[in-house]
């Protein structure tokens, strides 16, 4: 199929005039690529007129559809988005004329904003850029109403069209939402109304006897002086527009009943004396009424249908239009200098609702319950009227933004409008709960402002002795007052929180309703809530004790609200504060009491991270304080909870409870980890109970064989003589299962720093001992017992080390003495060396190997820089390069330290550790001191491996 070359050009123009638009959005109009394609789309729009045509070429949009000349054009995703932009700008279609030039084309594009804008505003932009064009013109959309509807319409109907006069439609949507236009249909009812009566109306544009006409025309009817009833007369001036009469005006005059409130550009001709109020009946038949005139304003029945508007008033009693033009009066006055307000109906019918009840409450015609009652039913009556205008409301609600209930924002208006006196009495009785929260939320604040801040109280405990009422609808209303007011309760008196918590949370145990049980735990959560963020301790106890009353009667309940009250969650922070400040801490201590698992567990870790024994003291002191539930959960944990929980719970309970570690720990420590059994040593070790030596020995033979090592080094440190037993048996070479001589030596070690006498025979002999070539044990082996006897007998060792075959470098790196009142949980069991040149060790037994680069060490380990990242607690073989030569040792990999990374030595042959030894002491520097503080302090010495 042949194809008209002027169509392509004309579909090539569309694609190049919508990239021209991109590429200014992208890049900005001025820019070289822009300019380059609004060239390209100039000859593509020149090739795409005929030469001989006078129309030229029209481009169209339709919702997402782009027409050319009419023809849907079918184009990509970008052609669609540029149809609905001109279609939700109002935008019909453009017509370019063979008379256009390349400027025009180049307005026309500059005319589209490079940013975000409304629809609105590319129509204006368009019309303010081709001012004067002559080659191009931009369509728009129009709706046009027409007289033909009215050919059938009741007079009513034409009544209102010539009161409105020849308006389009947009300028009658704007007039039905104008109070003043509202006034004059209803004007035009009355004369209608009165048409062949008495009425004595003068006869006008509008026909004889419509009560409407030009300037002059009075507008009569019942209403007109002399006739008794408290009527509105009107006179209209041009265009339609309300005259501001004179008293006594040869137009006619604007009369309004006694009180109402006179617009502003209106001058009163005279008053009616009081007026009688409409009944309930009577005021539903005028909300009636604005809910068919809704209908007319939604253009859901249009001009014509103003007509059955006008017959609905005109059919309604004299007070009920007195009432309906006091409130329109009311509104036009406050809407003269600004503009009419889209939801003005539903304002007016609002406004009628809540002066209606007001009246009725002033009166003591009904209770405030009633008041409630009454205006559910107008709101009911309100809602479709609401429906119908409030489409905005809906787009929001579809949009996820939540809206105030209409329902609620009616209440609120009604007791808005309570003299201050009817409020005070209403909150100080059994029925406040039918005020709305933020009425009395500001109220209350404007009390406490005032200085009455015992008044405030007073009323606020009123409001939440409502939760306990009889009445279902009372308890929910005072359920969710209580929720929103929150804060308020808070900040007048913590002490009111702590009552209001009292009244919901007895309420969550006996509450039969299901809807009001929800309301009521919303409540209970919501003011839990506040005690927490508000640091209200007595509140929050108290809501923690009542949340234990209701689980014993609905557990089920009790689980979902504690894990939403937000205490739990605050309790790192609750622990935090007690530790810094004890003293002013003392109802933190209750509330932590009546969460034991959640503090424990916080207390656990903090103990297990402490570098300092004065902070690891407090904590254990906080802990006792919680009593024996919070050991009774530690004991529970261990003796049957999860392995992870179980091994974080160990440190904190030795120094609470030892014992129950004694009983609970070593039938379980053989099931765990190596890594777990090591963190749990050190655990004990750091925890500085006094009992911590019998619960080491008591898990030395169920421990792993690489972890015994460090369980010795642990007793030894602990300076307990009930240990020398087990160590003289391991010494004499009853070792455990599993282990080996490195042990033997440890034991050694562990002698020399228990002060005991016991023990000397056993090290002499071990020194001393020697066979037909040579001496009984091995050097390493004396050369750690003569190192104790250092420290258990000088005399003696300094008499045996002439002829003891060891040399004076040897004994250099002996094992540090350890000090019983250090300010530090753990201290350094070895010398630490910095070497000369780094030691290189490689591991022989991982898949992938790596290399180590030693630059700090001693006899139980040091600190390397790692070729590669491995885990803590990885058990790695060490190939230690001395020249030729090489040492085997087997490590446990600890924790990172800046770059580099801890290792612990737990296994090694005896000659090769003594060749170890000599190789650390002649290498080294300088000795790294006992006590690092800075290194100390830095790094979680329970948790952390510190090599030794």
Not at 200 to 207: D, I, L, N, Q, V
Not at 641 to 663: I, N, Q, R, T, Y
Request: aromatic share 4%.
């Amino acid at each position: 199929m042949k194809i008209d070359p002027h169509s392509a050009s004309a579909r090539a123009f569309v694609r190049s005039l919508n990239i021209l638009l991109k590429f200014a959005r992208l890049y900005g109009y001025d820019h070289v690529r822009t300019i380059e394609h609004l060239d390209i789309a100039w000859r593509e729009l020149q090739g795409a007129i005929p030469p001989a045509s006078q129309s030229g070429l029209l481009l169209g949009a339709t919702g997402s559809q782009l027409l050319l000349d009419g023809v849907p054009l079918e184009g990509a995703p970008a052609e669609r988005q540029f149809a609905l932009l001109l279609s939700t700008a109002g935008i019909a279609s453009v017509q370019f004329f063979p008379t256009v030039t390349y400027e025009e084309l180049r307005r026309f594009a500059r005319a589209f904003p490079t940013s975000k804008a409304k629809p609105a505003e590319l129509a204006l932009q368009l019309k303010s850029a081709l001012v004067g064009a002559r080659g191009l013109r931009i369509n728009e959309i129009c709706f046009i109403a027409t007289d033909a509807r009215l050919k059938d319409a009741s007079v009513a109907a034409q009544l209102a069209v010539a009161s409105l006069g020849d308006a389009s439609q947009d300028q009658f949507k704007r007039w039905l939402n104008d109070p003043q236009k509202l006034l004059e249909l209803i004007a035009a009812a009355q004369g209608s109304h009165v048409e062949g009566g008495s009425g004595s109306g003068t006869a006008g544009a509008a026909g004889p006897g419509t009560g409407l006409g030009t300037r002059g025309t009075t507008a009569s009817g019942p209403g007109v002086p002399g006739t008794g009833n408290p009527e509105i007369a009107f006179a209209t001036g041009p265009d339609n527009e309300l005259s501001s009469l004179s008293p006594g005006g040869d137009a006619g005059g604007y009369w309004i009943p006694a009180g109402a409130a006179v617009p502003e550009g209106l001058v009163p001709s005279y008053s009616v004396g009081k007026t009688v109020a409409p009944s309930e009946a009577e005021m539903f038949k005028i909300l009636g009424a604005l809910t068919t005139f809704g209908q007319i304003a939604s253009a859901q029945g249009g001009i014509a249908g103003a007509g059955t508007f006008q017959q609905q008033i005109a059919q309604l009693p004299g007070t009920a239009q007195s009432t309906l033009r006091q409130a329109l009066a009311g509104l036009a006055a406050q809407t003269t200098q600004a503009k009419p307000d889209e939801t003005m109906l539903v304002q007016l019918a609002e406004h009628l609702a809540i002066r209606f009840a007001l009246e009725q409450f002033e009166h003591g015609d009904v209770k405030v319950s009633a008041v409630r009652q009454m205006l559910d039913r107008m709101n009911q009556e309100i809602e479709s009227l609401r429906n119908i205008l409030g489409a905005h409301e809906n787009k929001m609600t579809d949009a996820g933004i939540l809206v105030e209930s209409h329902r609620e924002i009616l209440d609120r208006q009604f007791w808005a409008a309570v003299p201050e006196s009817g409020k005070q009495s209403v909150l100080l009785s059994e029925e406040a709960w039918c005020i709305p929260p933020r009425n009395v939320q500001s109220y209350v604040a404007g009390l406490m402002e005032k200085g009455n801040v015992a008044e405030a109280i007073e009323i606020l405990q009123n409001y939440a002795s409502c939760a306990d009422s009889e009445e279902a609808d009372a308890r929910k209303k005072a359920a969710v007052g209580l929720s929103e007011m929150a804060e308020l309760y808070s900040k007048a008196d913590p002490k009111l929180l702590g009552e209001a918590l009292r009244h919901v949370g007895l309420r969550l145990s006996v509450e039969q309703d299901a809807g009001v049980q929800g309301m009521v735990s919303a409540a209970f959560v919501r003011l839990s809530q506040e005690a927490a963020s508000s640091r209200s301790f007595s509140a929050m106890e108290q809501a923690l004790e009542l949340l234990d009353g209701v689980e014993t009667q609905r557990p089920g309940i009790a689980r979902s609200l504690r894990g939403k009250m937000g205490i739990e969650e605050r309790v790192p922070d609750f622990v935090d504060e007690a530790l810094r400040a004890r003293q002013v801490a003392a109802g933190l201590t209750g509330v932590l009491k009546l969460l034991p698992q959640a503090a424990m567990e916080q207390l656990s870790a903090r103990f297990n991270r402490c570098s300092q024994r004065q902070d690891a003291e407090n904590i254990a002191n906080l802990a006792g304080d919680l009593g024996e539930e919070g050991l009774q959960y530690l004991r529970s944990t261990l003796r049957g909870g999860p392995g992870a929980e179980a091994v974080e719970m160990v440190g904190l309970l030795s120094k609470l409870d030892p014992h129950a570690v004694e009983v609970f720990l070593p039938g379980r420590i053989k099931d765990f980890a190596r890594s777990a059994q090591d963190r749990i040593v050190r655990q004990i070790s750091g925890s500085g109970a006094t009992g911590r030596c019998r619960i080491l020995l008591d898990i030395l033979d169920y421990v792993d064989p690489l972890i015994m090592p460090l369980v010795i080094d642990e007793i030894g440190v602990s300076a307990d003589r009930d240990a020398l037993g087990r160590l003289l048996t391991i010494v004499d070479g009853d070792l455990p299962i599993g282990s080996g001589q490195y042990l033997r030596v440890k034991a050694v070690e562990a002698l020399g720093r228990i002060p005991a006498t016991e023990s000397v025979a056993a090290l002499k002999r071990i020194a001393s001992g020697k066979k037909v070539f040579g001496w009984t044990h091995s050097q390493e082996l004396r050369i750690a017992a003569l190192q104790a006897l250092e420290k258990l007998d000088l005399a003696w060792a300094q008499e045996f080390l002439p002829k003891s075959g060891i040399e004076n470098e040897d004994l250099t790196l002996a094992p540090l003495t350890i000090l019983a009142n250090s300010k530090f949980v753990r201290q350094r069991r070895h010398t630490r060396v910095r070497l000369r040149k780094p030691l290189t060790a490689v591991s022989t037994n991982l898949k992938e190997n790596c290399r180590l680069e030693i630059k700090t060490a001693s006899l139980a380990g040091g600190v390397a820089t790692i070729s590669r990242h491995l885990a803590p607690g990885t058990q790695v073989q060490l190939k230690l390069q001395l020249g030729l030569r090489s040492l085997q040792a087997t490590a446990l990999m600890r924790d990172y330290r800046a770059q580099d990374m801890a290792f612990e030595i737990v296994d090694m042959n005896l000659d090769e550790r003594t060749k170890y030894r000599r190789l650390l002491a002649g290498k080294l520097t300088r000795l790294v001191p006992a006590i690092e503080e800075s290194a100390v302090t830095t790094a979680p010495p329970v948790d952390t491996a510190i090599a030794r």
